[in-house]
């Protein structure tokens, strides 16, 4: 079964700390993706990757940055951390344009 | 631009009710849509998808969806909700890139 695993569920980090989402998937699908959830937001795409070794920036990038090293990894970087990206992750992975996007659970990240 | 449009924010409807949930788009040619659905602290998980033939596609536990290329809609129908079904509801059309345009999200409340 396809499958999308975010770690960690859970992160508190303090204001100016770097933090790494992390997120793996078993599905051999090329193309990966980073959105944030906020109420009255829905899903933003924050960085998007068609492979490994490609990251392209999404609709709200600023403060955020993304490394795909291999098909099955995807991180989500952000070097200085800020309240404003307290947020849940959702990172999510698709094998074309018409084909089911897999997410994973989400990790909430707390900024303070 | 590519849009989609999810105009009710929360839908509540009493169990055993019938649903629909509106979608509507603005896309040109004709787009993959999708209906998701995020039941809570989950991430989110493919109802259904059309993208040609019959404009009637049916999905996962009792759900359907239309599309309608006048109208640009895709509604979300359900003909006797359970108490199950109440989660947050996405439509979302696919746009270049191999990105998805998502709607805002409607949160399905089922009163006892």
């Known amino acids: 079964e396809a499958a999308v695993t975010q770690s960690p569920r859970n992160k508190v980090a303090v204001t100016g700390g770097k933090v790494t989402l992390s997120c793996n998937q078993t599905?051999?699908?090329?193309?990966m993706y980073w959105y944030r959830q906020d109420t009255g937001h829905g899903l933003r795409l924050i960085h998007y990757?068609?492979?490994?070794?490609?990251?392209e920036k999404g609709d709200i990038p600023d403060g955020y940055k993304a490394s795909r090293p291999s098909q099955e990894n995807f991180s989500l970087i952000l070097e200085l951390a800020t309240p404003s990206q307290t947020s849940v992750y959702f990172c999510?992975?698709?094998?074309?344009?018409?084909?089911?996007?897999?997410f994973g659970k989400g990790t909430r990240l707390t900024v303070v | 631009a590519q849009s989609v449009t999810q105009p009710d924010a929360r839908v509540t409807v009493s169990e055993g009710a019938s649903l629909q949930l509106r979608c509507k788009y603005s896309?040109?040619?004709?787009?993959?849509l999708f209906w998701y659905v995020q039941y809570q602290r989950q991430g989110l998980q493919l109802l259904l998808k059309?993208?040609?033939?019959d404009p009637v596609v049916q999905g996962v536990n009792g759900f359907e969806a239309e599309f309608s290329k006048s109208d640009s809609s895709f509604h979300l129908r359900k003909a006797s909700v359970h108490w199950s079904d109440s989660a947050v509801y996405f439509c979302?059309?696919?746009?270049?890139?191999?990105?998805?345009?998502w709607g805002s999200g409607t949160k399905l409340i089922i009163k006892p």
């Open positions: 896309y040109s040619g004709t787009p993959y």
């Open positions: 059309y993208y040609s033939g």
């Open positions: 599905n051999n699908h090329n193309n």
């Open positions: 990757s068609y492979g490994a070794g490609s990251t």
């Open positions: 999510a992975s698709g094998g074309g344009v018409n084909t089911e996007v897999f």
């Open positions: 979302a059309a696919s746009g270049s890139n191999y990105q998805l345009i």
